[in-house]
């Protein structure tokens, strides 16, 4: 995984604003409409909050001591909203076509890998705490 490259491509698909959160809801809401039910009526509000998490993820891409517990909080509370852990391939396929469809002609095998490796990461660390969290732990210190 190339961090830059991974940057460089955000700000190139960032360039396009609010039209990049609604192509990856209206990709997801198709792809799976069972998944429509969990969000509100109106996504204007959830587009801003995806767009600030994930620029916040991948600007935080090569620093993990400051990302994981970012991730680890983010996927616990995606307990709250009804999330389970088979929802996140769907989550990770609208995200790479998005990021395809707004790439253009610069979109690449070499980016798809990056960007399906990284968020196997993401998605990796944010169901495992969500987990822990669903099964009593707080994924924190043992309470002595
Ligand atoms: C890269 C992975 C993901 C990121 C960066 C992300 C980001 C966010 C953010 C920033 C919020 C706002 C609330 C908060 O910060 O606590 C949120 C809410 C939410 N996310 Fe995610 N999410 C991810 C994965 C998923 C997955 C896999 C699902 C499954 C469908 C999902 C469904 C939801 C739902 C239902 C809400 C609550 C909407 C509401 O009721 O307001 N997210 N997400």
Redesign the pocket.
């Known amino acids: 995984m190339d961090p830059q490259r991974l940057k460089d491509n955000f700000a190139l698909v960032g360039g396009n604003g609010g039209d990049v959160a609604a192509y990856f809801y209206s990709d997801?809401f198709e792809r799976?409409p069972q998944?429509r039910k969990?969000?509100?009526a109106s996504m204007a509000?959830?587009e801003e909050?995806?767009l600030?998490?994930?620029s916040h993820?991948v600007s935080h891409v090569d620093d993990t001591p400051s990302l994981v517990p970012f991730l680890q909080?983010?996927g616990r509370?995606?307990n709250?909203?009804?999330?389970?852990s088979e929802?996140?391939p769907?989550?990770?396929a609208s995200?790479l076509a998005t990021l395809a469809y707004f790439s253009g002609p610069e979109w690449s095998a070499e980016l798809e890998q990056d960007w399906a490796a990284a968020?196997g990461l993401?998605?990796q660390v944010?169901a495992e705490a969500a987990a822990e969290a669903a099964n009593g732990g707080q994924g924190a210190e043992p309470t002595a």
């Open positions: 997801l799976d998944l969990l969000f509100p509000k959830q909050k995806l600030t998490a994930l993820i909080d983010l509370r995606h709250g909203f009804g999330v389970v929802y996140y769907q989550v990770g995200l968020y993401v998605a944010m």
